[in-house]
């Protein structure tokens, strides 16, 4: 793991955004809008999600940073999300959905 513990990426729109991928694989735990697709990998076992027509992002991350004994755990369950977006998985995705 790197020094960084956490990721926030506190966004009211995205695509796929391959940096939570990506800061997951250097064991930060994200800290993100519920935008696009972002919900469909990240959840409350793995990071924490900001509902942005709810709260405040200075209250959210408050909120994120008074429960400190989960970040290790989401972190590690985060780590195995970026398993999902290597290379080698890209490549036979391809092969299998197109070939």
């Known amino acids: 793991m790197g020094t960084c ?3 926030l990426l506190p966004s009211d729109s995205e695509g796929f955004p391959k940096v939570v991928a990506e800061a997951a694989n250097y064991g930060c735990t ?8 972002i919900p469909h990998y990240i ?6 999600l900001w509902d942005i027509g ?3 992002f200075t209250g959210f991350l408050k ?15 985060a780590y195995q999300l970026a398993e999902q977006f290597t290379f080698d ?3 036979t995705r391809i092969k299998r959905e197109l070939l």
């Open 5 to 7: 513990h956490l990721f």
């Open 30 to 37: 994200p800290l993100v809008s519920n935008v696009s697709s």
């Open 43 to 48: 959840d409350d076992t793995n990071g924490y």
């Open 54 to 56: 709810n709260a405040t």
């Open 63 to 77: 909120q994120a940073l008074s429960t400190k004994t989960t970040l290790l755990p989401k972190a590690k369950q």
């Open 89 to 91: 998985r890209f490549v």
